[in-house]
């Protein structure tokens, strides 16, 4: 239960029961959007991804484990599971990679493009006439939101 809210330079201390966090505004609005939606926190979805990610395995395996294996620091789970941090975008993508896209539902977040995701992927391996031929097509784009706001 959260009792107390303080701002102080920009930042907010949110007083949990036996807990004081350390929260920014964005924070604040997630946790008060899920409290007033009703719908699973990040750290009760998290805490059943990791729950399955076990029983797939058979055994018993460490925070620190599934940490490595979403490539996000153990700290920073541990504070998701806690509910006193948020995934930034970037580890988001990481989780959303390995666990599903239902994260970004739960964050408010909109969820990637898959064809956007796929050509970032290979966007380097493009030669230059492929990347000068695509550059046509967003250019051609561009101008026909141009002339439609016109």
């Known amino acids: 239960m959260w009792l107390v809210y303080h701002n102080v330079e920009n930042r907010v201390f949110v007083v949990r029961i036996y807990q004081v966090v350390l929260m920014d505004y964005?924070?604040?609005a997630r946790m008060i959007l899920e409290i007033s939606m009703g719908k699973k926190t990040v750290g009760e979805w998290l805490e059943g991804k990791?729950?399955?990610?076990?029983?797939?395995?058979?055994?018993?395996r460490s925070m620190q484990e599934f940490a490595d294996w979403l490539d996000v620091p153990r700290p920073h789970i541990s504070r998701y599971f806690g509910g006193t941090r948020f995934p930034s975008r970037k580890n988001v993508d990481k989780i959303a990679e390995k666990l599903g896209p239902e994260i970004y539902d739960l964050l408010g977040l909109q969820r990637p493009d898959p064809l956007l995701q796929r050509l970032q992927a290979v966007w380097d391996l493009l030669m230059d006439q492929e990347r000068e031929e695509i550059e046509k097509i967003v250019g051609k784009a561009e101008q026909r939101t141009k002339n439609s706001q016109k």
């Open 50 to 60: 990791y729950i399955e990610w076990m029983a797939r395995d058979g055994r018993r």
């Open 26 to 28: 964005m924070d604040i």
